[in-house]
Each structure stands twice: as structure tokens, then as C-alpha cells.
């Protein structure tokens, strides 16, 4: 199952998460009328006829006061998490780690989110820890790509080697590629209107043994109470229910692409033993009942586990890896200081299960037919293209990006050193006063970096920009709209360079996006000025720039569009196509990426103008495309 099919089968996950709600829903109205029912029965009162009961009013108000209990709760947490994975992480208490921390475990979660987000086109997300956890687990969270966030336990940080912490982090990337993390903050908001009812219960016998000393009575009160507190247990198992039947093989399936991903099984099978053999992953958050179904491990001991656990036990998932690990596992367990703290631990001669039987790496051997294919997936060739690119940037140069400020400059330096206006006019459209002389300086650094490093920098310099207040984020996206405008033209890397960073910094970074086009004729005008825009990137004249268009564009274009003049495609225009083409179902969006990738590759060589505006179009469509470069 490719990245498209994932999206789509996360949509319709959605539709049998509302079913499943509507189940639990009628289940718990039932239950609560049926209390009520007894309670009357048990105090000797007889309002009706036991088959009247249904047409009495009174059931009427019972169970409309049941669902507004449940809705009032669904909508309680939908306004904690309007924020998404920010809000999230804020909610749990966690502390956000700077990109410029000086911790060396947090420097080497830094370094290897940073290796996989440029091998694999995703965003870098925002990171955080729970200090107070020594478990080991992390999730991610977010409604977009564009503004995850990861958080990881302290445990985490302290008890995993670099392979294990790269195993990890893989799992959680897989998961923002299967479109988990929408599906997660939903389940979470669904559960919490479920589980409504016994909050409320025990509010309601807290209430009442606070006030027994004043009053007389009340029996009934806290019989309602206890009642409510039954029918939230019941919930709750519908809850865990839910949770199970959604979340268990999504694990499996982030095991199974952090293999992938890494080729090195050693990584999350050394983090899986490690919690198996050790601390384990169970948090201490009152919020690890609600967390349960987004972790990388199980936050909570409870019975009849393999009926309502999110995970499946650890065990499989060891033997999921090849056929030895689980008596690796125990072997380790005889002595946890032995090979569990070795970096590189040997790897298993079993098959793999998620390796297709082979554990060795490999290097392009089967490439996909389609570039699209290649969306969701990091291969080792990505990861090597991705190390050698952060090595080749000098360290004083990737320093700057790691905070705001001069991350905010690095942006600024950018345009300067690509720009063909002069200097001062550029400054003077800043705006900025005490910086000049840096700036310049800082621009000059980076025009003598080559050109290749440009969506490094920006890749490495964005994630800096993500905390800083709305303010501050429009105040950036302005100097920059300024400066992209002293010539009144756009080349396509400031055109990339702008629409990178209104995706990840503009006001509507962390919305929800919802699908509104089934069919390509309804984007017929939106997809030939985008095609157009790449063919004319591509540098071909005229001639051959018309009969380009006309064979890589795979027939999505109905008759009659043909390629638009230079003159005819402006970057406005083209935002606004992209923001209409990213609404398109996501079954629709691998062709489009097709189409765009082999305008791209029809010469056999990428210019590294074309790779940014693949990269930039690929990243607004919210289809995380892997560099592409010649190998």
C-alpha cells in the first residue's frame, strides 16, 4: 500500500471511528436509562408501566441529558486541542527543546530528526520532552505535516544509543506518512465525550461525601453518582475497544516502515528490548489512559491485554523483526549491561519479516516505477544524500540556524545571495536596522556555498521559526513577501523559498484540511498553470518546452489546454492553484505528482531550480516528496 492509499484509508478510518462512536453512544445511553430503571425499581417507585417505559418523558430528558454530557465532552477536548500537536504537547506538560540546545541527548535527537526530514521531505517537527518520564516512549501529533510535533520521554533521551533513538523516530515518521496523526486527535476527542459520563459520576460522589457533614440524606445523589461511574467504566472499555481495533495494526505497519526506512532492524528492535527488558514505556501522566493510542509503546498496565491493548505485545512485534529476536530479548534480560548498550548489536541471522527477507543494505535495486511511489518512503540512498548534505554545510553556518534570530536572517540571506537586485535595495525593503553589515555578511557566506544547499538551510532554519508567536511569524512571512517584490518578478526559488514558509508559519500551518475534488476537470485551469510553470523550469525553448507538456502531463489535461506563455504564469496565480490542488482527494494527487516529477527528470539530469519547485509544489500538496538528484 502506497502513501496515497494510506490517505485515503485514513479517511475512511475517520467514517468507522463516527460508527463506532454512534455504537458506544446508543451502548451507554442504554446503560444509563437501565440504571435509572433499576434506581426507581429499588426505591419501590413506579412512575409507569414497564412497557410504557420508552414513551415516558422521562427517558426522553435522561437520554438527551446523556448525549449532551458526551457531546459537551467531545467539545471540551476539541478546544484543548485546537492547537493540535502544540496543544497537545502543552496540555501533557511537556517542555519544548530548542533547536539550539546544548543537551547532548537532546543535540542527538536534534541531528537525527533533522537526517530524516530532509531524506524523506517531511517537515522537521517541532520537538519537546516529558522531563518526568523515565519510560521509554514518544509519539507525534499534529492535524498537518506542517506542524508536527514529537515528543519523547526523558527515558527516551537517557536509555536509547543513536541507532535505537533513529528506530524510534522512524516509527513516528511512518506515522505522520499513514496519515495516524489526525485519526489519533480525533479518537482522542471521541473518547473523551465517551468517558464524560464518569467524570461526572465522580464529581458527583466527591460532592456529596464533601457535604455529608452538613446536611442529611443524599443516598440517592450518591447512588446517581455510583451509577455514572459504572456506566463510565463501560465506556471506558468501549473506549479501549475502539482504540485497539484502530491502532494495533497501524503499530505493526510503523515497525514495519521504520525497517524500511533505517535497513537497520537493530535500531527499534534494541529500543523495543529496552523496554521490554527494562524501565518499559508506561507513563505517569494522568493523561496516559488518553495518550495510549498514540505512543510508541503502551503507557498503561491493565488486564485482558491482548483484547484492549493499543499495541500488540512486545514479543510479536520482536518476532515481527526475525525469527531470533525474542530470544535475543530474553537473553538480555539476564544481563541488561552486556550487548544492550552496544551501538551497533548484531544483527539476527533470522528473516525479517519487514526486510523481505533480507537484513543487508541495499542501494536502489528495485527503484518504483513512479515517482509518487517514492512518497512515504526513505530509502538508504535518501538517508546518504541526506548525511552528506548536512556535512557538507559548515558548522558556524548550520549554528545559525538553530535559533530564531538568526535562523530568521539565514531566510533573509537566502533571497539576498539569489537575488539578481542590488544590495541596497534589498536592505532598504528589509527594513531592518543594526543587521545590515551581518546580513550581508551571512549572504555572502551562503552565495559561496553553491546553490545546492539552499533547501538544507531553509529545511534546517524553519523549524527554528515554528515556536515564535503569530506576530513574530507574520512579521517574517512580510519581509519576506518584501523582499521576494523589490524587482516585481519571482524567480522559482523565491517563489519555493515563500511558499515553504507560509506553509509552515503562516496562520493557517495548523488547519485541518479537508478533501473537496473528486475529478480533475474541476482543476483543469489549476493543473495547466502548474505544469506550465515546470515546463518552463525546466529551460527548454519553446518547441520543445510545447511538446514536453504535452507528453509528460499523463492526459490529465482535457483537450484544448495547452502549455500557458511565460508570461501567463505569475506566482500569485500559481499559489493559488497549488492551494486549490491540495484540497484534490489524496487517490488523485500520485498522477499530478507524476506528471510533475517527469517534467523534472525528461532531460535525465536536475537542476537544482527544478528541485526546488518540486520540492516547494510537492510539500503545499502535503505529499512529502524525497529529494530528487542525480545519482
Known amino acids: 500500500m502506497d502513501f496515497f492509499q494510506h490517505q485515503e484509508r485514513a479517511r475512511r478510518k475517520t467514517g468507522l471511528l463516527v460508527l463506532y462512536f454512534i455504537l458506544a453512544v446508543i451502548a451507554i445511553v442504554v446503560c444509563v436509562n437501565l440504571a435509572l430503571l433499576l434506581t426507581l425499581f429499588w426505591g419501590n417507585v413506579q412512575i409507569v408501566h414497564a412497557h410504557q417505559w420508552l414513551a415516558h418523558p422521562i427517558v426522553h430528558w435522561v437520554t438527551g441529558l446523556t448525549l449532551a454530557v458526551m457531546i459537551f465532552g467531545c467539545l471540551i477536548k476539541l478546544w484543548q486541542l485546537r492547537n493540535g500537536g502544540k496543544g497537545l504537547a502543552d496540555m501533557l506538560g511537556a517542555r519544548h527543546i530548542p533547536m539550539d540546545s546544548v543537551d547532548i541527548s537532546e543535540k542527538k535527537l536534534i541531528n537525527v530528526v533533522e537526517e530524516m526530514s530532509i531524506a524523506s521531505g517531511i517537515p522537521a517537527p517541532q520537538l519537546y520532552v516529558l522531563d518526568k518520564e523515565s519510560g521509554i516512549n514518544a509519539f ?70 464533601r457535604s455529608s457533614s452538613k446536611r442529611k440524606g443524599g443516598g440517592g445523589l450518591v447512588f446517581a453518582g455510583l451509577a455514572l461511574m459504572v456506566v463510565g467504566y463501560v465506556g471506558l472499555f468501549f473506549g479501549r475497544l475502539i482504540k485497539a481495533a484502530i491502532s494495533r495494526q497501524r ?165 539576498l545571495s539569489a537575488s539578481n537586485s542590488s544590495t541596497e535595495a534589498l536592505l532598504a525593503a528589509l527594513d531592518i536596522t543594526g543587521q545590515r553589515p551581518a546580513l550581508v555578511t551571512l549572504s555572502k557566506q551562503i552565495h559561496a556555498q553553491g546553490s545546492r544547499l539552499r533547501l538544507p538551510l531553509i529545511d534546517l532554519a524553519l523549524p527554528a521559526l515554528k515556536p515564535l508567536p503569530a506576530t513574530d511569524r507574520a512579521r517574517i512571512l512580510t519581509h519576506l513577501t518584501a523582499l521576494i517584490e523589490v524587482d516585481d518578478r519571482y524567480s522559482f526559488f523565491e517563489w519555493a ?47 520543445d518546452a510545447r511538446t514536453l507538456f504535452q507528453l509528460s502531463t499523463h492526459g490529465l489535461l482535457p483537450a484544448g489546454r495547452t502549455l500557458l506563455p511565460l508570461t501567463h504564469c505569475g506566482s500569485h496565480k500559481l499559489s493559488n492553484a497549488i492551494e486549490r490542488l491540495a484540497d484534490l482527494s489524496p487517490l488523485l494527487k500520485g498522477p499530478v505528482i507524476d506528471a510533475a516529477a517527469d517534467l523534472v527528470l525528461a532531460d535525465g539530469k536536475v537542476q537544482v531550480q527544478e528541485a526546488e519547485l ?18
Open 251 to 415: 503499530e505493526l505497519l510503523a515497525d514495519a516502515s521504520a525497517v524500511q526506512f533505517t535497513r537497520n532492524p537493530a535500531g527499534i528492535g534494541g529500543a523495543l528490548i529496552k523496554i521490554r527488558n527494562g524501565n518499559g514505556s508506561h507513563l505517569t501522566s494522568p493523561h496516559a489512559e488518553d495518550m495510549s493510542h498514540m505512543c510508541f509503546g503502551e503507557t498503561l498496565r491493565f488486564r485482558w491485554r491482548n483484547l484492549l491493548g493499543t499495541h500488540p505485545p512486545l514479543d510479536e512485534r520482536l518476532r515481527a523483526l526475525g525469527s531470533d529476536w525474542v530470544a535475543r530479548a530474553r537473553s538480555r534480560a539476564r544481563n541488561t549491561l552486556s550487548t544492550a548498550t552496544h551501538s551497533n548489536p548484531e544483527i539476527p541471522q533470522g528473516a525479517s519479516a519487514f526486510a523481505g527477507g533480507s537484513l543487508k543494505p541495499t542501494r536502489n535495486e528495485n527503484p518504483p516505477a513512479a515517482p509518487s511511489q517514492r512518497i512515504g518512503t526513505v530509502s538508504e540512498p535518501d538517508m546518504g544524500y541526506a548525511r552528506s548534505l548536512l556535512e557538507t554545510i559548515p558548522d558556524d553556518l548550520r549554528r545559525q540556524t538553530r535559533s530564531p534570530k538568526s535562523a530568521e536572517n539565514v531566510l533573509y540571506a537566502l533571497i
Open 497 to 543: 523559498l515563500v511558499g515553504l514558509a507560509r506553509q509552515q508559519l503562516g496562520d493557517q500551518s495548523g488547519k485541518n484540511r479537508r478533501t473537496r475534488f473528486r475529478r480533475y476537470g474541476a482543476l483543469a485551469a489549476e493543473l495547466q498553470l502548474l505544469f506550465s510553470v515546470l515546463t518552463w523550469a525546466s529551460g527548454a525553448d519553446e518547441k
Open 140 to 209: 507525534v501529533a499534529g492535524f498537518r505535516p506542517s506542524e508536527t510535533v514529537l515528543v519523547v520521554t526523558q527515558g527516551t533521551l537517557n536509555e536509547l544509543n543513536r541507532d535505537e533513538l533513529q528506530g524510534v523516530i522512524a516509527h513516528e515518521f511512518s506515522h505522520i506518512f499513514n496519515a495516524d496523526m489526525r485519526l489519533n486527535l480525533r479518537l482522542l476527542a471521541v473518547l473523551a465525550g465517551i468517558l464524560a459520563l464518569g467524570k461526572v459520576g465522580e464529581y458527583l460522589i466527591r460532592g456529596q461525601r
Open 614 to 631: 518540486l520540492r516547494a509544489v510537492s510539500a503545499l500538496l502535503e505529499c512529502p516528496l524525497p529529494p530528487l538528484f542525480n545519482r
